[in-house]
């Protein structure tokens, strides 16, 4: 590597002048101190010269690095003579100080000069600087110093940037970082907003931990005082808004805001992750296609970036998403131009801030654990950027996405209250599971998957697959512990559900590619119980039905007979089922509902070669009962051992998926047929 020197002045020197040593009853004088190595990979190469101004010899200690005896140099000076080197190019790095005193009596001075060695390269430089800034600000504000690990893991993310680049891009960013409230609540670049954040309701014993910062979807929101009119230059042109949710909140049903400024709907600048199931990037106008972008893209974790300016080609407005398991890519992108104007009004975060207030419906109770306000990101640029944000995370040992999915869903069932012992057989299966849903190219099309693990009750409505738009975990209704067992959850028939909080209409692009799967590993009534089921009317509806009055039925969007609506006579049945549709599910098959146990194996149940009607429902699908625009009904009786909404699976597909959970419940010890 090379280097560079620059030469400087003492760090206890003002403007070169000479420093006055205190006499050893007297505190230590500091004549250097080097900036960390952590900091700055910089090492001071120090010249010191020392005066005795007396009228009879003294004694000057100088002490390198610290005040022990070891490390004392003394020096005896003769009166009014010439100045004496004492430090020759000596070397100092990581943080340490240069000290000295005089023993007993004596008028003694220091002066010199430190040679700065420095890697080549001012991304180095700006870095550190910029990462030490930020230590001493924490402490200012009345933090106590960051650790070391999250003061290099600044240092590598701020170096990253710049390397790429997108440094320059930045205007405010706050890394959420765990160390403690007031470190979280430090802005790592202020971007013309508060040094400290404006706290409201949050504590850092209960709110803050190594996932970020979590609201409460109560009361709990920050002013950053970033203003959009200061941090984009009143610009029309460039502006961008990033987040990173590595965990969201089942009471986020609503309309709950992540992050936004409108001055009274005149103009808004907001990213929002799932607003009502829909993400919006907005900057200076909800007009969509003048300022607006959005996508269906409910219960959304991971990064997410919006974006405005002259982008990739003749895009101006891009909504960027990445996790490990979805590849960075655009959720949404547009060409209109802005119609708004900027506004001076601050940002706020867990909540909208509407003229100065904050908007009492939509706080949000989802963790954050990365905040950035920017210029407009190319997709490249923010692909980088996702990637730096990932490893910044990863090095401060939360708050991200794991790209193990196993260790992704216990995370998840930590936060959602399980204790910590789910058990190592469970993670083996569930690891062999998502190994072959992978090699038989079946994850690609799954939404939710729910395995119901018998570990404890929280785990088991945790959902070990949830990308793609269902609450986490499922919303439990007078389910308790007593009814899961190693075979699965049993309904009671009178009160007991589950609410997915997977709502179609968002979920799915269309009514051509959908698919419903449960195993049922006990059943001993044939009477009237809903499944899986979701409708707003007959001709809006999503459902399976096992055995409902002795019949299945697949309804995929309609319950009309031939279009939309499967069904067959089967009597009490107990395995698995997986009702499909797909523009070709095998030799010209729109529509099939295939069964499989162990008695009969996998195969094709009911089959039709005609398309549906009706249209994706808009309520949430309920497991153990229907939905019946927003109502539970018909509940069931039955246990379950497995759920799973995908889209449309071909008859080897299902084999596949069948073989696989058969496999998986094998290895729990119980919930299969």
């Given at each position: 590597m090379a280097f560079t020197y620059s030469k400087d002045f003492l760090s206890a020197s003002t403007n070169g002048k000479q420093i006055s040593i205190n006499l050893s009853t007297q505190p230590l004088t500091t004549i250097h101190t080097q900036p960390a190595a952590f900091i700055s990979s910089s090492i001071d190469e120090i010249y010191l010269y020392a005066t005795n101004n007396s009228t009879s010899s003294a004694t000057f200690n100088?002490?390198?690095?610290?005040s022990s005896s070891a490390d004392i140099i003394s020096y005896t000076l003769p009166a009014q003579q010439t100045r004496f080197m004492v430090a020759d190019g000596k070397l100092i790095t990581n943080g340490l100080s240069v000290y000295g005193n005089v023993s007993g009596s004596g008028t003694v001075v220091v002066d010199g000069f430190v040679n700065r060695i420095s890697p080549t390269g001012s991304n180095v430089a700006v870095a550190d600087t910029i990462v030490n800034l930020w230590v001493n600000r924490v402490v200012y504000n009345g933090g106590a110093t960051p650790s070391l690990n999250t003061q290099q893991s600044l240092t590598?993310?701020?170096?990253?940037?710049?390397?790429?680049?997108?440094?320059?891009?930045?205007?405010?960013?706050?890394?959420?970082?765990?160390?403690?409230?007031?470190?979280?609540?430090?802005?790592?670049?202020?971007?013309?907003?508060?040094?400290?954040?404006?706290?409201?309701?949050?504590?850092?014993?209960s709110d803050l931990s190594v996932n970020g910062l979590k609201g409460n979807g109560i009361n709990k929101y920050i002013d950053t005082g970033v203003g959009p009119y200061a941090s984009f230059e009143n610009s029309a042109s460039s502006a961008g808004l990033t987040l990173y949710i590595p965990f969201i909140s089942s009471s986020n049903v609503?309309?709950?805001?992540?992050?936004?400024?409108?001055?009274?709907?005149?103009?808004q600048v907001a990213l929002l992750p799932g607003f009502s199931g829909v993400t919006y990037f907005d900057f200076y106008s909800v007009t969509p296609g003048a300022g607006r972008v959005s996508a269906n893209n409910p219960y959304y974790r991971g990064y997410l970036s919006g974006n405005y300016g002259n982008l990739d080609g003749a895009v101006k407005q891009a909504i960027y998403v990445a996790t490990p398991y979805v590849t960075h890519s655009y959720l949404a992108s547009g060409s209109g131009v802005t119609s708004g104007a900027a506004t001076s009004i601050p940002l706020y975060l867990f909540t909208g801030n509407l003229n100065n207030a904050p908007i009492a419906s939509a706080y949000s109770a989802d963790y954050i654990s990365f905040v950035a306000v920017h210029n407009g990101l190319l997709l490249s640029e923010s692909n980088i950027f996702y990637n730096a944000i990932q490893s910044l995370r990863q090095s401060l040992g939360g708050g991200f996405i794991d790209p193990n999915p196993v260790n992704d869903w216990v995370n998840r069932a930590v936060i959602n209250g399980s204790p910590n012992n789910i058990s190592a057989s469970t993670q083996t299966a569930l690891t062999t599971f998502y190994n072959t849903l992978v090699s038989s190219s079946l994850i690609g099309k799954m939404k939710v998957i729910m395995p119901m693990v018998p570990d404890n009750l929280t785990a088991s409505l945790t959902p070990f697959w949830n990308f793609h738009g269902g609450q986490d975990p499922w919303i439990n209704h007078a389910f308790s512990g007593s009814d899961l067992t190693i075979n699965g959850l049993a309904g009671n028939g009178s009160n007991k559900y589950l609410d997915t909080g997977l709502t179609p209409s968002l979920t799915f692009t269309g009514v051509v590619d959908l698919g419903l799967t449960i195993y049922v590993s006990a059943n001993a009534n044939s009477g009237s119980e809903s499944d899986l089921n979701g409708l707003n009317s007959a001709a809006q509806a999503l459902s399976l039905y096992a055995s409902f009055g002795g019949t299945t039925f697949s309804d995929m969007c309609s319950q009309t007979g031939g279009s939309g609506r499967i069904s067959s006579s089967v009597g009490t049945f107990s395995g698995y089922m997986s009702g499909n549709h797909g523009s070709n599910l095998g030799g010209g098959i729109l529509h099939a509902v295939y069964t499989g146990s162990s008695a009969l194996g996998h195969g094709t149940f009911i089959s039709s070669t005609t398309d549906q009607g009706g249209t994706l429902p808009t309520v949430n699908l309920y497991g153990y009962a229907q939905n019946n625009a927003g109502s539970a009904i018909q509940f069931s009786t039955k246990r379950y051992s497995f759920f799973a909404i995908h889209q449309g699976l071909t008859t080897s597909d299902s084999a596949n998926f069948y073989n696989a959970i058969q496999a998986l419940r094998t290895s729990f010890g119980g919930g299969f047929v």
């Open positions: 100088l002490l390198w690095g610290g590598a993310f701020v170096r990253t940037l710049a390397n790429n680049n997108i440094l320059q891009k930045m205007g405010m960013i706050n890394c959420m970082v765990p160390d403690s409230l007031t470190a979280c609540l430090t802005p790592l670049l202020r971007g013309g907003g508060y040094d400290i954040w404006k706290n409201f309701a949050f504590t850092g014993s609503g309309a709950a805001e992540d992050f936004l400024v409108n001055n009274g709907n005149t103009t």
